[in-house]
């Protein structure tokens, strides 16, 4: 908080109108102007489509600067916890604040391995979906499900029911994927062994059979765990305002995390990396690259490059910059399919290209995600899915934030361009 302050002269219904509102200084970042007065002293509203310049809320668990390409976890620079971490303590430190110290890793480690377990009745949930349904739309459908399972989870008061709600959640959306895809392809689920880690549970569960043994590449368990960190929380995206609007009604939170996944289900949100992979396929072949580079550079042309360039990011986005070394990794070891080659160039040419480098067009985290994911054969349906469990821990971690402060229920106003009142004959 600061005595700064702008003051804003409004003429309207003849009258001029001075107010002064309040700057907000944060820990990190661009001061914002407290415009709460507003409407009480000028009768006026603001009006800010897609809230671009508007501060939603106050937090503590994340900070972007999108012009130093810079994400912070806690405090904590991604490209740190990427390299010495990993996704269950990053998970602990975004929902608690500070990673585990030894006795409180074993005890949180405990219990997701105790949660991880899903009610057997869920089987049945399972068999109400078609075979080809999408995974998204599963997955929201069992999330959601959650709700009537855990009633005592609407007793967001008690700090316990929060914690096992919190844990609960980074414990079974794994399970709950790979049950997702074994019910796709007609395999019978995989439970979770304790003996094994989060993203080497995943795998298992994912690929393994009963007939055969299925053998953890240590590369691939690493490359989700990276890619889980990276996608964990990323500020006031549009799935987190979701659950924190969702939240803000004191609705069961797996119906705000339900919703949050619907939100994520937007191609234009969690569905980016899907689409790379689709325009990898439009372009086809490495000769047709140049061809669609004049076209991404044509803005009468309705081709675009998918997985260039991020909405908050004026500079490399930093998780794409942590991946990178990683994608090439894996595509040394599993790249054999020819989009992955066509990725490759692309990236070469964006690197290099001015039109790309002076519109700060680079690869980001999209890009080689989904280039991951497919080299390790996970369905192109399923990418949005990957990016659900790892966005939980965020997801819960802003919802508890929400719910242990004061707050009211969400309520953006309108400027109402309609008909004006007519009388009905």
């Not at 604040?97 to 030894?102: N, R, Y």
């Not at 959601?144 to 009633?151: D, H, K």
């Not at 990178?324 to 070891?333: D, G, N, S, Y």
């Not at 939980?392 to 309108?414: C, S, Y």
Request: aromatic share 10%.
């Amino acid at each position: 908080m600061s005595d700064k302050k702008v003051t804003l002269t409004t003429h309207y219904d003849d009258k001029e109108t001075s107010v002064d509102l309040a700057v907000l200084f944060p820990t990190l970042g661009r001061p914002v102007v407290d415009v709460r007065t507003i409407t009480s002293q000028t009768g006026l509203f603001t009006h800010d489509p897609a809230f671009t310049a508007t501060s939603s809320c106050e937090s503590k668990i994340t900070f972007i600067d999108g012009n130093e390409g810079q994400l912070l976890y806690r405090g904590y620079p991604i490209e740190q916890l990427a390299e010495k971490s990993n996704f269950l303590d990053v998970a602990y430190l975004l929902l608690f604040g500070e990673t585990p110290s030894a006795s409180e890793r074993e005890t949180y480690r405990q219990e997701i391995e105790d949660y991880s377990l899903i009610n057997e009745s869920l089987k049945t949930f399972f068999e109400g979906f078609h075979y080809d349904a999408h995974p998204m739309a599963m997955l929201m459908g069992v999330v959601g499900s959650l709700s009537a399972f855990y009633p005592d989870a609407l007793n967001i008061r008690d700090a316990d029911t929060r914690r096992k709600t919190a844990l609960r959640l980074v414990a079974k959306m794994p399970v709950i994927s790979a049950a997702i895809y074994k019910h796709s392809i007609g395999e019978p689920f995989v439970y979770p062994n304790p003996k094994l880690g989060y993203t080497e549970n995943f795998l298992n569960m994912m690929f393994s059979r009963p007939n055969q043994d299925y053998e953890i590449d240590p590369l691939a368990a690493r490359a989700l765990d990276v890619l889980f960190i990276l996608h964990a929380d990323h500020e006031q995206n549009a799935s987190t305002s979701t659950v924190r609007l969702a939240g803000s009604t004191g609705t069961n939170p797996y119906a705000a995390i339900a919703a949050g996944i619907a939100s994520l289900w937007g191609p234009a949100h969690g569905g980016a990396n899907e689409a790379v992979l689709k325009m990898l396929d439009d372009i086809g072949d490495i000769s047709q690259v140049d061809k669609y580079i004049a076209k991404a550079k044509d803005k009468n042309d309705p081709f675009r490059l998918m997985g260039f360039g991020h909405r908050v990011y004026r500079n490399f986005d930093p998780r794409a910059t942590i991946i990178r070394k990683l994608c090439h990794e894996v595509l040394a070891k599993y790249g054999s399919d020819p989009r992955l080659d066509l990725a490759i160039k692309l990236e070469e040419i964006a690197l290099k290209d001015d039109y790309f480098i002076e519109r700060k067009l680079y690869p980001n985290v999209d890009f080689y995600s989904g280039i991951i994911y497919s080299a390790l054969n996970i369905p192109v349906n399923m990418f949005t899915v990957m990016f659900a469990i790892a966005r939980t821990a965020g997801w819960v971690a802003h919802w508890n934030e929400l719910v242990t402060t004061d707050h009211k229920i969400g309520r953006p106003r309108q400027l109402y361009t309609g008909l004006t009142q007519r009388n009905f004959k």
